[in-house]
């Protein structure tokens, strides 16, 4: 590949030109759908451009929006430290005690991690990420356990009912007075 020098008067044109090797799908179609004549300069381009796909536009995420992400009802920690890391991971400049207390924020008020944190607050992402793992071994376990041991409550079944309402003879007061008149 080789360079060639643009003259000056001819910068503009061909960098109009250039623009359209650079674009494709809606982008291309909508600069292919320009009228003539409509662009005279590259700048006036470059704003017609940004007018019409200022809606795309991605904004760079922050440490603050991590204030946003929050352990919903019951749900289980791994679940939440998945989704919040997940999330960490998109912010190029991470500002670790705005981190810290994103997360702490975000667990539920009743959870005993939120109760540490706040009693015994982290330095660091990992020391956060040590406690929270112990928290999720502990909350798996139990319910391991729960599931184990669970032994379902003695309830009759429907079949059973039914058997039990044949043989069932209801009591009557004359045999009742039967009874009574010979003891």
């Not at 494709?24 to 179609?29: I, M, N, Y």
């Amino acid at each position: 590949m080789f360079t060639v020098l643009i003259p000056g008067e001819y910068r503009e044109p061909c960098m109009c030109k250039g623009f359209e090797s650079t674009l494709s799908g809606p982008a291309l179609q909508w600069f292919v759908g320009l009228p003539n004549g409509s662009i005279r300069t590259f700048a006036g381009l470059e704003d017609s451009f940004n007018l019409q796909f200022a809606s795309s536009i991605q904004f760079e995420k922050t440490t603050s929006d991590l204030y946003k992400v929050y352990q919903k009802y019951r749900e289980p920690l791994k679940d939440y430290l998945t989704r919040f890391n997940r999330e960490k991971v998109t912010i190029t400049k991470c500002d670790t005690p705005t981190i810290i207390e994103a997360f702490r924020r975000g667990l539920e008020r009743d959870s005993p991690l939120y109760d540490e944190l706040t009693k015994y607050p982290c330095k660091t992402m990992d020391d956060v990420q040590g406690k929270a793992m112990a928290q999720v071994r502990l909350e798996e376990d139990k319910r391991e356990n729960e599931d184990k041991y669970y032994r379902p409550s003695r309830m009759v079944t429907t079949s059973k009912l039914k058997d039990y309402k044949a043989d069932y003879k209801p009591y009557s007061l004359s045999s009742r007075e039967e009874h009574v008149r010979y003891i």
